[in-house]
């Protein structure tokens, strides 16, 4: 089983940037697609994109292609999310998820980071 | 774009079933998942490829899918299991989540 390990929360400012990180164990990590998704409150969950930590192959939902970035260092079993000019709306709970082997569903979560963007 | 559809809000009594659905174009066609979130957790999946039960989930939750509809049923529902509950599909390389069921036992 993989388990995965995100960094902790973080207040932030408007026009900030910011990393927020999620990292797996597991020989199996780099070769399983890692997603990341968002839940803000009142809202249910929204799939943000997904990457292949062994080549960095990455699809973006398109609501947030340009608005975020989504890497991976393959070498230390990491997975990350940027941004590079936060705004309010960005704020949330944002969630690292791993695509089962058979691709049907996401079989292991990150415990979340929360983001707060506020002046 | 795909597109699932879940009623926000379903409600039922300790012990008795409660059913969810969740609605999107020939979704049979789709492996339906279902997730259990609680405020502050991450979501778990309590039934994936349909109908399946992943260890450590109790028999109680169960999973159908047929023509447009997926559904997840809760028999002898239990006041743990208050919680938002999604259903979601994979739309080629996307993920795609219906908006969510509150379900609340009372």
């Known amino acids: 089983e993989v388990l995965l390990v995100q960094s902790g929360a973080e207040v932030k400012k408007p026009g900030e940037s910011l990393k927020i990180s999620c990292k797996g164990s597991g020989d199996s990590f780099t070769t399983t697609w890692i997603g990341w998704v968002r839940r803000q409150p009142g809202k249910g969950l929204e799939w943000m994109g997904i990457?292949?930590?062994?080549?960095?192959?990455?699809r973006y939902n398109p609501s947030f292609q340009g608005q975020v970035a989504i890497s991976a260092d393959r070498s230390i079993n990491t997975v990350y999310l940027q941004w590079s000019s936060l705004k309010a709306a960005d704020s949330g709970m944002y969630f690292c998820?791993?695509?089962?082997?058979?691709?049907?569903?996401?079989?292991?979560w990150g415990q979340g980071t929360q983001v707060t963007v506020s002046s | 774009s795909y597109e699932l559809t879940q009623p926000p809000s379903v409600s039922v009594s300790p012990g008795q079933t409660a059913s969810i659905s969740c609605s999107g174009d020939k979704l049979e066609n789709k492996w339906a998942s279902w997730y259990q979130q609680k405020p502050g957790q991450p979501p778990v999946v309590v039934i994936y490829q349909d109908k399946k039960r992943p260890s450590g989930i109790p028999e109680r939750f169960s999973g159908s899918n047929s023509g447009n509809t997926a559904t997840l049923t809760i028999s002898g529902t239990q006041p743990m299991d208050e919680a938002d509950y999604f259903c979601q599909a994979w739309d080629s390389s996307s993920a795609v989540f219906g908006g969510g069921t509150k379900l609340t036992v009372l």
């Open positions: 998820a791993r695509r089962d082997a058979s691709g049907s569903y996401l079989d292991s």
């Open positions: 990457i292949w930590p062994d080549d960095s192959d990455t």
